[in-house]
């Protein structure tokens, strides 16, 4: 009824005016009734009388109108609002502390939430986004993809996608002025953007037009980002020519700024039509025609009304039948159809169980957090309840009470929570920004949206209850009489009660994360020195990918002997070597080995080796040590045999104890034999957990592609080194762009990424849980001193030490804590293993940090008593017993 | 003065509509009126005639608004709303009802 809440809103809100209004009214009906009594005969002095006496107690009327204005609970609450804040303004110590370790809590849980809410739940920024599906092809995993024939057919054959769109990432190098740069670009169908309905910021997006002719539509479409950082937002942008991959296109169009691309974890820079395919990638032209060649990623628009796993099982029928007509390219395709999400298919659920537990964990730093504050919160509440026993001996109601104690805890867990949002959002923000350091447009394009905000919200209420409940509940179960003789004993005493065991708890989940912490940190520090298979130590590096900038395999191989020869004549260089990669990098290549003389019953009994091309001088400069056979030399040319360096583990593994020097194998049971000329110690290839692998290392000139990595050991800074390195090729070819330019330390730390994340979160949450338990340890000490005040009077009366007095005060939190930091370092040796494989893909055996962590926990623990024990030593007897 | 009756629950809140029925009234003259009216019968004490008022008017059934009273003084005016009008008929049948078959039940026994 408008009108009823237009009256409850002045009610409200102008209350003053309200009120005086009422007051007016009140008068004015007294002044009548003794104006007529004055007419019946009375002097106005009788007359006044009379009227108060008919007419009764003028406050307490007042008080029914409030009533009949039905906002009394609101007037209330107020009240109560203001009288909370006053009473936390008298203590702002305590207030500040409790709503920064809320925010601390809430913040990480926001945190935590938005990142998972993020993978599970988001949408791409575009039109119906609910509509779209990526299709991916789950027969090879990691790559999810589709040939090119295959994209076609599903295209022409399907009755459920509006439109379905093809496309690929490539590494892309765009020059200008001589200068190029290395980014990342995606090769679309030119349907591709009418399927996510994307329209242009400036200029147009690529349509099917821009598809049709081969090698034709030299044409690009760039991200608003890629306008704004290389081209500095030139407004005349749309129309400009700019080099990629040494071919000239012309700009047609911007996207507009919240445009990321069809993929959350990616964001590409650069979109050219698929007619453009060989430009882009030499070779890549061939693909295109070879139905056996997946590369292609698929992403459809439903029509509207179709379900998704409509969609699925039809797409799945025309995988049927193409396996059918195609069945040594196209059988056997497993294929799902899902909403894009951050990840897919397995990669999706692998991330829900980590976001899940990493949620797990904050939600658990806040509940320590939350027990924390309630432990303040029931010392303070010890020191309220005579005065809460008062108003309840003078008739205030039980439901009013509870209600200010809820609101006090009301106002600190809102606040908390809201410090705590614009914490979270300062870290998302962060977080989004951040750029891991690896060669791809990666972007975690985290965002706390609408579900964040109820999270938050959710949040705040389940915090201001769980901070409440329990004060409240002694307050008000108190004994009036007992509290008003000031025997403030509580009446129910368990022996254990509830806070303690929290107590306990908290400082188990903290030696839990800080030993995790240190166990991470420890196995990372111990897989990057033992057994790594290189001494990175003075070994600097770059990489380049000659065929983006225009160069065939006969430059690329002039270019590098330049390099090579030019790099040896500097001063401070001890050696310098290419390699196709580096052991450890993101890509490797994996070949067959056919050794001669093993034979293999069935294909899949064919051993597999990880292959890399390096130059001679290779093993010197990464430090690899060399165990038997000899280096590269100038004999091993380009047309003489093929020659390779093995690993220990290859020579083990084909040839025993004896020597493996001298014997050949091949890659294909039909291909030339290569002959084992040297062995080098085993390492790490893969990633720093994973045990040995074979390896095979050839010689780049003998097999060559025009990617690679070049690395020199020198006495120079790292720093130095790498300009080094930059300068030298420069003035070779100033457009050759050269990346992940950096210490060959640095990048092989780039491998204990995860793990460094991982240690960062856990000794972040660790510490917040250690300082949220020496909180909570100072809460039930301060509480323990405060109600047992008249009893350590007493007992130091007749005669008790102040070491009885301390063993009376902490004794029980001595105890606790002993069973907290056994229990936490009982669940970390257990969860250890579990941590480690997460992390690392296997079990490594690192140092456990448990010492230190208890170490610290007990200190903390100290640290926390400290006042409280002094306080109570400082009791006087005499004070104490008159006090109450 | 005569017998004093006490006024059933939601009684008072008809006899308020009724006696504003006429035209607006202060809150003094709505007691005064009904005093009147009822032949001394309701004797209507600020304590529950003033909740009452702010009562209807929050209902959306009186209006109030300030005027000045016979004797030149700032007065607040109450006058019967169009959803007022609608509640006393209301009410007015349902409370007719209600004493008939009251009485018809107590002419019975």
């Known amino acids: 009824m408008p009108s009823d809440l237009t009256y409850r809103l002045r009610a409200i809100f102008r209350r003053g005016a309200v009120e005086r209004e009422l007051d007016d009214e009140l008068r004015f009906h007294t002044e009548q009734t003794v104006e007529k009594l004055m007419r019946s005969g009375m002097t106005r002095e009788q007359a006044a009388r009379q009227a108060r006496l008919t007419l009764g107690g003028v406050e307490q009327e007042k008080e029914l109108c409030r009533d009949a204005r039905g906002t009394r609970l609101i007037e209330e609450t107020w009240q109560d609002l203001r009288y909370a804040l006053r009473g936390l303004r008298a203590s702002p110590v305590f207030a500040a502390t409790a709503v920064l370790m809320l925010a601390l809590g809430a913040g990480a849980n926001v945190v935590a939430f938005s990142v998972l809410n993020t993978v599970l739940f988001r949408k791409l920024p575009v039109e119906r986004p609910e509509e779209l599906v990526q299709v991916t092809n789950q027969t090879h995993p990691p790559l999810p993809t589709f040939s090119y024939p295959d994209y076609r057919d599903f295209r022409d054959r399907n009755h459920v996608f509006s439109a379905l769109a093809a496309y690929r990432l490539f590494p892309m190098s765009l020059s200008r002025d001589g200068r190029s740069q290395r980014l990342w670009g995606y090769v679309v169908t030119g349907n591709y953007f009418d399927t996510l309905r994307e329209g242009a910021f400036l200029g147009r997006v690529l349509a099917p037009a821009d598809d049709r002719l081969e090698h034709a539509n030299p044409v690009a479409v760039i991200s608003y980002g890629c306008w704004q950082r290389r081209f500095g937002g030139d407004p005349g942008i749309v129309g400009r020519q700019a080099a990629i991959g040494g071919h000239s296109y012309t700009i047609v169009g911007v996207t507009r700024p919240q445009f990321f691309g069809s993929d959350f974890l990616f964001s590409p820079e650069v979109w050219v039509p698929m007619t453009m395919l060989e430009e882009v990638h030499p070779g890549a032209h061939a693909w295109k025609e070879h139905r056996g060649g997946p590369f292609l990623m698929m992403l459809g628009r439903l029509k509207p009304g179709v379900a998704i796993s409509r969609a699925e099982s039809e797409l799945r029928g025309i995988a049927a039948q193409l396996g059918r007509e195609h069945p040594e390219q196209s059988g056997g395709m497993k294929l799902s159809a899902d909403p894009p999400g951050m990840f897919d298919g397995p990669i999706r659920s692998a991330g829900a169980e980590l976001g899940a537990m990493v949620t797990g964990i904050a939600g658990l730093v806040l509940l320590v957090a939350a027990t924390n504050l309630a432990g303040l919160l029931l010392a303070r509440g010890a020191a309220r309840s005579k005065e809460i026993a008062l108003r309840l001996a003078l008739g205030a109601s039980r439901g009013r009470l509870l209600r200010q104690l809820f609101a006090e805890s009301g106002l600190l867990a809102v606040t908390g929570c809201a410090a705590g949002l614009a914490l979270a959002r300062c870290l998302i923000g962060w977080l989004a920004a951040w750029r891991p350091p690896v060669d791809m447009p990666v972007r975690a394009n985290f965002e706390i949206d609408v579900r964040g905000w109820w999270f938050t919200a959710a949040l705040a209420v389940a915090t201001s209850l769980a901070l409440g409940l329990a004060p409240a509940l002694a307050a008000v179960r108190a004994g009036v009489a007992q509290a008003l003789k000031g025997d403030s004993g509580a009446p129910r005493r368990r022996r254990w009660p509830m806070r303690d065991l929290l107590i306990g708890a908290q400082v188990a989940i903290s030696i839990l994360l800080l030993a995790g912490a240190g166990l991470v940190a420890g196995s990372i520090r111990q897989a990057l020195h033992i057994g790594l298979g290189m001494e990175p130590a003075r070994t600097s590096i770059a990489a380049f990918d000659l065929c983006q900038d225009g160069y065939d395999d006969a430059r690329g191989r002039e270019f590098e002997r330049r390099l090579l020869e030019r790099l040896r004549a500097q001063p401070g260089v001890e050696s310098a070597a290419i390699a196709s990669t580096i052991p450890l990098d993101l890509g490797w290549i994996v070949g067959k080995i056919y050794f001669e003389g093993a034979s293999a019953a069935r294909a899949s009994d064919v051993q597999e080796a990880l292959f890399y091309q390096v130059t001679p001088d290779y093993f010197r400069t990464v430090g690899t040590r060399p165990l038997a056979g000899r280096d590269f030399n100038a004999g091993d040319r380009p047309g003489a045999g093929y020659v390779a360096a093995v690993n220990e583990t290859f020579a083990r593994a084909f040839a025993g104890n004896a020597s493996v020097i001298g014997k050949r194998f091949r890659t294909r049971p039909d291909s030339g034999w290569i002959e084992v000329v040297g062995v080098v110690e085993s390492g790490k290839h893969v990633s720093l957990s994973k045990g040995p692998v074979l390896a095979v290392y050839v010689l780049r000139g003998q097999v060559y592609s025009t990617s690679g990595t070049v690395a020199v050991r020198s006495n120079l800074r790292p720093g130095e080194a790498v300009s080094l390195i930059r300068r030298t090729a420069a003035a070779i070819d100033p457009a050759v762009t050269l990346y992940d330019a950096e210490s060959l330390a640095d990048h092989l730390a780039l491998q204990a990424l995860p793990g460094r994340v991982a240690a960062t979160a856990l000794s972040g949450f660790g510490l917040l849980a250690l300082l949220l338990s020496a909180t909570g340890i100072y809460g039930v000490v301060a509480y323990a001193v405060t109600l047992r005040t008249r009893e350590i009077g007493i007992r130091m009366a007749i005669g008790a030490r102040a070491g009885n007095v301390v063993r009376l005060v902490v004794g029980r939190v001595a105890v606790l804590l002993a069973a907290g930091v056994l229990a936490g370092g009982a669940a970390a040796s257990l969860l250890a293993p579990l941590l480690l494989r997460t992390l690392f893909g296997g079990a490594s055996p690192g140092r456990f940090s448990f010492t230190a962590a208890a170490l610290a926990m007990a200190a903390a623990g100290v640290a926390a008593c400290w006042f409280p024990v002094r306080r109570a030593l400082g009791i006087e007897p005499a004070v104490a017993l008159r006090s109450e | ?109």
């Not at chain 2, 008809?14 to 009822?38: D, F, N």
């Open chain 2, 1 to 109: 003065m005569g017998e004093r009756l006490e006024l059933p629950q939601g009684t008072l809140d008809l006899l308020i509509l009724k006696t504003l029925a006429l035209g607006p009234l202060h809150g003094w003259a709505v007691s005064e009126r009904l005093e009147q009216i009822s032949h001394d019968a309701f004797q209507v004490g600020q304590g529950s005639l003033y909740p009452a008022l702010h009562r209807l008017e929050r209902r959306g059934w009186i209006a109030a608004t300030w005027g000045v009273s016979e004797n030149n003084r700032k007065a607040r005016y109450y006058e019967l709303t169009r959803a007022g009008r609608k509640q006393l008929g209301a009410e007015a049948v349902a409370w007719r009802k209600l004493s008939a078959a009251v009485g018809h039940v107590l002419d019975l026994a």
